[in-house]
C-alpha cells in the first residue's frame, strides 16, 4: 500500500481553477451545450410549453417522428483503420453550388414565434457557415426583407401552392427577383395532420392570452416581453389565424397534382425540389417532370402518422433515379452523424430543422449557430473515426441499417 501524506498547498493550486466566469447569460446557458440534446434541454426549459411542443411534436400518436429517429439510432458505421484523416474536406456539392457541410437548414413555420430573432438569425449563420437557408412561406420574414439581411446567404425559398394559383405564382415571380436559386415545393399537405400537442396546448396563432398560456408565461417572462416589444408576430405572405391544421385546411390546395410540378417546372428559372416524397415511385414521377432532386420527408412527422420512414428510402431511391436527379433526406436528425449515415446512403445532403429550433429557443442567434457548429464537430469526428477524408467519399460501405 502506497504511504498517505497530506498534500501540500503548491500542488493542490492547480486543482482549484474555477472556470472562467461568462459575464453574458446565454454564452454561460450554450457553453453547457454539449449535444443537440442539451439545446432541447435548454429550449424546453426557457420556452413556454404551446411554443416549445409547436416544434417538437408531431402528429397523432407521433409515431412516425420516433421511428425516423429510431432509424438513425439503428445505423451501424463500417470504419476503415490506418487511413489519413489529418484533415476532412465537409465541403459538398448541392444542387450544382458547393456547400461548406453537407446540409441545409430546412424551412419552419412561424419562426419568429420561436424567438422573435426568427429566420433572419438562421439565415445570417448559415451565411456565416457556407449553407443554404430556405424559407418557408409560413414564415415571418418577407422573401424581400431576408434577402436584404443576408447578401451573400445562399438562399431557397419553400413553396405552398394556394387554392389561388396566382397568389403562389407571385411568390415564386418574388422570389426569383430576390436572387433565391433553388425552389423547394411542398407535396404533403392536402390537410392538416393531426398535431394533438398543438390542440391540447390550444395554440393558436399569431399566440392568444388565454388565462393557462397567462400562467405559463409568467414562467417564461422574457418571452413575452421579447414579443410584445419587437415587431408584430405576423405570417409575412399572408393574413390568417387559428391553429397550424385549420390554416393548412384553409388555405392549401387540397388538389395539387403532377401538373403543377410541371407548370412550376417551366416557370421557376432555378432549381427545382420537391419536398414530401415518400415513396421510391413517386421519386421517379417528379423526376420525370423535372425535379433536379426529391427530398425524402414526411414533413418531421406532422402530417401522415406512421408513414414511411425517410433514411430508409434514401437507398432504393437513389438507386432508382440512376444520378437523374439528386437525393434529400430529413426528419429525425440530431446528430451530425446522422448526416453523415445519410450521405453514405446515397443522400447528396440532409435538411436540418428541428436542431436549429432547439438552439434558437435556446438562444437566438448563439443558438442557432451553437447548433451548427456541434453539427459541423460531430460530422468533422465521424468521419476521422471512419477513416473518411472527405464528404464526397462516403459510400454504402460505410454504413448499414441494423
Not at 442539451?38 to 424546453?44: C, K, N, S, Y
Not at 414564415?139 to 445562399?154: K, M, W
Not at 429550433?357 to 448563439?366: E, F, T
Request: net charge positive.
Amino acid at each position: 500500500m502506497a504511504p498517505r501524506r497530506l498534500p501540500r498547498p503548491r500542488e493542490l493550486a492547480p486543482l482549484l481553477r474555477p472556470a472562467p466566469f461568462v459575464r453574458d447569460a446565454t454564452a454561460r446557458r450554450l457553453r453547457r451545450a454539449a449535444a443537440v440534446a442539451d439545446l432541447r434541454t435548454i429550449a424546453r426549459r426557457r420556452t413556454p410549453r404551446a411554443v416549445f411542443d409547436y416544434c417538437d411534436g408531431a402528429a397523432d400518436g407521433e409515431q412516425s417522428l420516433r421511428r425516423a429517429r429510431e432509424a438513425f439510432e439503428g445505423v451501424e458505421f463500417q470504419p476503415s483503420v490506418l487511413r489519413d484523416v489529418s484533415t476532412v474536406d465537409t465541403g459538398r456539392d448541392i444542387l450544382g453550388r458547393r456547400s461548406a457541410l453537407p446540409f441545409a437548414f430546412a424551412p419552419t413555420g412561424f419562426t419568429r414565434m420561436v424567438h422573435t430573432e426568427g429566420e433572419r438569425a438562421v439565415a445570417s449563420v448559415a451565411q456565416e457557415i457556407g449553407v443554404p437557408y430556405t424559407l418557408s412561406t409560413m414564415g415571418t420574414t418577407t422573401i424581400e426583407d431576408l434577402a436584404s439581411s443576408v447578401p451573400s446567404a445562399r438562399l431557397w425559398f419553400q413553396l405552398y401552392l394556394w387554392r389561388d394559383r396566382s397568389f403562389g405564382a407571385d411568390l415564386v415571380q418574388r422570389a426569383a427577383a430576390a436572387g433565391y436559386d433553388t425552389l423547394m415545393l411542398t407535396v404533403d399537405t392536402p390537410a392538416g395532420g393531426a398535431r394533438l400537442r398543438d390542440v391540447r396546448n390550444g395554440l393558436s396563432i399569431p399566440p392568444a392570452l388565454s388565462m393557462r398560456t397567462f400562467l405559463d408565461g409568467a414562467l417564461h417572462p422574457h418571452w413575452w416581453f421579447d414579443l410584445l416589444t419587437t415587431e408584430p408576430l405576423t405570417f409575412a405572405t399572408l393574413a390568417a389565424g387559428g391553429t397550424p391544421e385549420q390554416l393548412i385546411n384553409r388555405v392549401f390546395d387540397p388538389a395539387l397534382t403532377m401538373a403543377d410540378v410541371e407548370w412550376l417546372r417551366g416557370t421557376w428559372p432555378g432549381k427545382l425540389v420537391v419536398k414530401g416524397v415518400q415513396s421510391v415511385d413517386d421519386a421517379v414521377r417528379v423526376v420525370d417532370a423535372g425535379a433536379d432532386a426529391v427530398l425524402l420527408s414526411n414533413h418531421g412527422g406532422r402530417q401522415l402518422d406512421r408513414a414511411p420512414v425517410p433514411l430508409q428510402l434514401v437507398a432504393p431511391t437513389a438507386q432508382a433515379l440512376g444520378g437523374r436527379a439528386e437525393v434529400l433526406v430529413d426528419t429525425g436528425i440530431t446528430n451530425g452523424g446522422d448526416v453523415v449515415a445519410a450521405v453514405a446512403l446515397g443522400a447528396t445532403a440532409a435538411l436540418v430543422g428541428r436542431a436549429y429550433l432547439y438552439g434558437l429557443m435556446a438562444g437566438g442567434r448563439a443558438g442557432v449557430a451553437k447548433a451548427a457548429e456541434i453539427l459541423r464537430t460531430d460530422i468533422v469526428r465521424t468521419l476521422q473515426l471512419l477513416g473518411v477524408p472527405s464528404v464526397d467519399e462516403l459510400a454504402p460501405q460505410h454504413v448499414r441499417l441494423r
